[in-house]
């Protein structure tokens, strides 16, 4: 049977990374093959394109540059291991994926969503996720966890805070536009509490009966 493939989505120090850890330990504890991987990247060629995206000035590429990086990198990623993975039985759990190009090309930079989807749909070839959990926690908030990290990977976290907000409230349009495969996880609760909310979403949206 053909595994799940569920994606993690939020704006910046989201805590999707921690969570994305937490449900992969309980899928496998539960006898799930599990494959975790993120975007952009997740396979050595997109990897390699993800570091041209999130370093350096935040002016090096515009936004239609920026687009066709990313989705020169998710086809990669696609044919390489999530495809596959899901083939063989695997659930894949994704650390960002298309949402987040909706959400910041999109809503942030302002490029055409009718762009973007037909890209979307070429790169695909239709695959959708099962579920989108997207953490949801205010910019100020999110933009101070993202800061305490120290990495170099911040050229989207050096933009304005109104890119931001217009990133949260992108989000938050395609959670209301998707509500089937979406679900909004309050990112603002303990670790503890988020863990238990998601392992609930994920048992009654893709382990209930007939599922
Ligand atoms: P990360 O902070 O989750 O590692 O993601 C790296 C950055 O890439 C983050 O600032 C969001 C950005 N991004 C986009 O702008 N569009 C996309 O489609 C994806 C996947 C990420």
């Known amino acids: 049977m053909r595994g799940r493939f569920i994606t ?19 899928l496998e504890r539960l006898g799930i093959s599990v494959v975790q991987t993120r975007e ?9 394109v993800r570091a041209l995206l999130v370093k350096g000035e935040a002016g090096r590429w515009d936004g239609i540059s920026e687009t066709l990086l990313l989705f020169a990198a998710r086809r990669n990623h696609l044919q390489t291991v999530i495809r596959p993975a899901l083939e063989r039985g695997a659930w894949v759990l994704c650390d960002r994926f298309n949402d987040s190009t909706l959400a910041y090309q999109g809503y942030g930079r302002g490029l055409d969503p009718d762009w973007l989807a037909g890209l979307y749909q070429a790169v695909s070839e239709g695959l959708e996720p099962d579920l989108t959990l997207y953490l949801d926690v205010p910019v100020e908030v999110g933009l101070a966890r993202a800061g305490r990290r120290g990495d170099d990977e911040n050229r989207f976290e050096g933009l304005a805070d109104a890119f931001h907000l217009k990133i949260r409230s992108g989000f938050q349009a395609i959670v209301r536009a998707n509500p089937q495969r979406c679900a909004t ?4 609760g303990s670790v503890d509490e988020i863990r238990r909310v998601i392992l609930e979403t994920v048992t009654s949206r893709l382990m209930g009966p007939g599922r």
């Open 185 to 188: 996880i309050d990112g603002m």
């Open 8 to 26: 993690f989505e939020g704006g910046e120090g989201a805590g999707k990374s921690t969570q994305i850890s937490f449900l992969a330990a309980a």
């Open 40 to 48: 952009p990247g997740g396979s050595p060629g997109a990897e390699e």
